[in-house]
């Protein structure tokens, strides 16, 4: 509930910039007059600004096609405004508590893009009104008077920004006095009050060429044929100024990669392959990430669960960095110097960096792929998670833990002889190819978290990946050389992509058919 709209932030939709814009993520110190947010969604990085032409536009359909899309529309505005106010409202709180599998859902805010869906159906609707010759002006006084009265909206809010600075402090202090990546100091709250005014001050100008144009078309000194492209055009204008400060472009780097990185990368980059590192100093894990090398803490958490539970009970003396493939271990090394006899039989000194810090490399790391003859089943994850950290016996090449029964028979453990060999040939992102030899009924045991989104097939028939060793995955083999791929194919992505294209398509179903009408409908005309 986190991800809920503020209330006092629906102002934006009318001046975009009263609590700033994006929050910066990187680049350069903005340019002067660039304010970041600072209002209650500390962690914000969208704008919920439509233009202010929708709100000139949407009485229109209220007021002269009240149908059922009319009213529809209007209802899911309203609906999902409500859901997106999240934990401000009661009404949220009690469908969380109550209604199943609410829960299970999570920001809130996400759900405006149907809010901002209902409102464009909505001004297109009143874009229709305007266009339409049978609508006698006269009828229109009503929405005249709106117009002017969301221009004089935007101007009571600069009023207010000038003149009731203390109670917005006093309402807004926790946020209006936090410093951001860039900005603190003193002059931050006269800084964001400035901007506060001068956004404010830009939405009543522009508001104001709105009502100047809305007012030439009434008196009739504007023909529709004008009118209508000059609102659109005045809309792009609108939301391009929004864009320009809330999209902050900056130059690239001059700098070369080569001047970022150290001498462990250096180090690193011959030889650590498909293995996986680990900064255990004060060095940020994403930037290893970024230079290439797979870290246990820069991983990618889906199945988040799993994976938190496996790290929080991991122990370095143990096998569980093995199976993950954690091959290098980065320390500082004074803290090397205090654990070196519990880490020496495990972790070998490789090379000592200029930074103040040693590499390790890990003796007994499992490969990306291996074969094992024995498995365990052990439905209960926390002694799963015991027996690997604690467990003497647990050896992951002689035996995996499973969470249910093997298809097959397999050798009890201890085995008598080794399970066989296994290659990894391709190791992409979203498929992985191995080549087994299995000289006995056994596991393979794929060094890569498990995700059910994964299929396999052996020798090109389907195979089931079960989960292994807690976080990991394994598919089951039967003597002789196999083939075995994995593959990432998600369905709730390919539901995504074809719910889509369905949607284009009937889109582009729906405007042929409007072509289609408009010209029946002409060449009725001309015979009648």
Known sequence: ???????????????????????????????????YYWGRMRFTQTSDYLGLLPWFLIPLPLLFRRDRYTGFLAFLMAATMVMALGKYT?????????????????????????????????????????????????????????????TVLIGLICVSVLIARQPIMAAMEEFI????????????????????????????????????????????RLPTKLFLPLLVLLALCDLWRVNTRFLVVTSPPAAKQESVKNDIVTFLKPRIGTYRMQPLNNENAHFYADNGFANISAYVTISERRYKQ???????????????????????????????????????????????SVVLENRTVMPKAWLVPSVVVIPDPGQRLGIMANDPRFKPNQI?????????????YPASSPAGSAEVTVYEPNRIVVKAQALKNSLLVIGEKYYRWWNA????????????????????????????????DPLPFKIGKYLTLASLAFFAVMVLREMWARQRRRLEGWIS
């Open 400 to 412: 995996a833990i499973v969470e249910s029964p093997p298809p097959f028979l397999l050798e009890p």
């Open 310 to 356: 496996f790290l929080d009970a991991m122990s370095l003396m143990s096998p569980m960095p093995d199976i993950m493939n954690l091959k290098y271990l980065v320390m500082n090394t004074s803290d090397f110097e205090s654990q070196k006899k519990e880490l020496e039989p495990k972790y070998a000194l490789v090379f000592v960096s200029s930074t103040g």
């Open 177 to 220: 006095t936090a410093p951001t990546r860039y900005q603190n100091g003193p002059g931050l709250v006269g800084e964001r009050f400035g901007f506060m005014l001068r956004d404010g001050l830009l939405s009543f100008g522009m508001a104001a060429v709105y009502l100047a144009v809305i007012i030439a078309w009434f008196k009739k």
């Open 1 to 35: 509930m986190s991800w809920s709209i503020p209330p006092e932030e629906l102002l934006t939709y009318i001046v975009p910039g009263l609590f700033g814009y994006s929050r910066q993520e990187g680049g350069d110190i903005p340019a002067p007059g660039q304010v």
């Open 90 to 150: 009661f009404v949220y709180r009690f469908m969380f508590e109550y209604l199943p599998a609410f829960s299970s859902f999570r920001v809130p805010k996400m759900i405006l893009f149907l809010f901002a869906f209902g409102a464009a159906v909505l001004a297109g609707r009143g874009m229709d009104v305007l266009a339409d010759e049978s609508v006698e002006k006269k009828r229109l006084d009503p929405w005249f008077w709106w117009c002017g009265g969301v």
């Open 457 to 488: 097939t052996v020798d090109g028939k389907k195979a089931e990946i079960v989960p292994v060793d807690h976080v990991l995955r394994g598919v089951y083999l039967q003597p002789g050389n196999h083939r075995v791929e994995l593959v990432f």
